[in-house]
């Protein structure tokens, strides 16, 4: 079945830039997204990238696709505080499916 | 836009009682929207598709008769956790499709049975 893998931390100072890789099994996943959960909320859609872009960039966040490796990585500039979060990447094959998720990577941002 | 409401956001009860969750989208309409359980630091599982209109589908392993799902109009799908036990305490999160079928979550509702 269809498979997302996350590194599980990630610890940076504040300041740095912050990427989180992700990698995907199926290869007809044609939406990729990057949500971001803090501590008893919900899911904030941060950024999405279709399967037919490379890049996308939205303020300070960066997202690139490699479809032949079939990574994909979400780069935060200038890395906050605010930004320590649990972030999950998540695919969907079809549009209007569900989603299939990462076990998410915890971002630490030190000051 | 596309902001989905999620009611209660956290609910205490007794074993065997039920509990009602709704998931409502404000500001748009959703046909479908997904209903999603999270242990602790742990990923999103996908529970069931609640379409508008016609019966849930629910994900292998995910008893039916134990979470009622009901999707009555377009904006609005509710969840409900019949005769609940301790072990269905968990972080419950719906979604809806909106505009380019992103889908947008919910704030989540935590349920705790004692």
């Known amino acids: 079945g269809e498979d997302v893998e996350q590194s599980l931390f990630l610890s940076v100072r504040e300041g740095d830039s912050s990427v989180i890789n992700c990698t995907y099994t199926d290869s007809s996943s044609t939406y990729l997204y990057w949500y971001k959960q803090e501590p008893g909320a919900g899911l904030q859609l941060l950024t999405y990238?279709?399967?037919?872009?490379d890049m996308k960039q939205d303020q300070r966040l960066t997202v690139l696709l490699n479809k032949k490796d079939k990574h994909l990585s979400l780069r935060i500039a200038d890395t906050q505080t605010g930004d320590s979060a649990i972030y999950f990447c998540?695919?969907?094959?079809?549009?209007?499916?569900?989603?299939?998720f990462g076990k998410g990577t915890t971002l630490s941002v030190s000051s | 836009g596309a902001v989905v409401s999620q009611h209660p956001s956290w609910v205490i009860c007794k074993s065997g009682t039920s509990v009602k969750i709704e998931c409502r989208s404000l500001?748009?309409?959703?046909?479908?929207m997904f209903w999603y359980r999270q242990f602790p630091k742990q990923s999103l599982m996908l529970m069931a598709t609640s379409n508008e209109g016609s019966k849930a589908t629910y994900e292998q392993g995910v008893e039916k008769d134990k979470f009622l799902i009901n999707h009555a109009s377009l904006t609005l799908s509710t969840l409900t956790v019949t005769s609940a036990h301790p072990e269905d305490s968990s972080f419950y999160i719906c979604s809806a499709t909106g505009t380019w079928d992103i889908q947008y979550f919910g704030a989540g509702t935590r349920l705790s049975v004692l």
């Open positions: 990238i279709f399967s037919n872009m």
């Open positions: 500001d748009f309409q959703a046909t479908t």
């Open positions: 998540a695919e969907a094959e079809q549009a209007g499916t569900a989603l299939i």
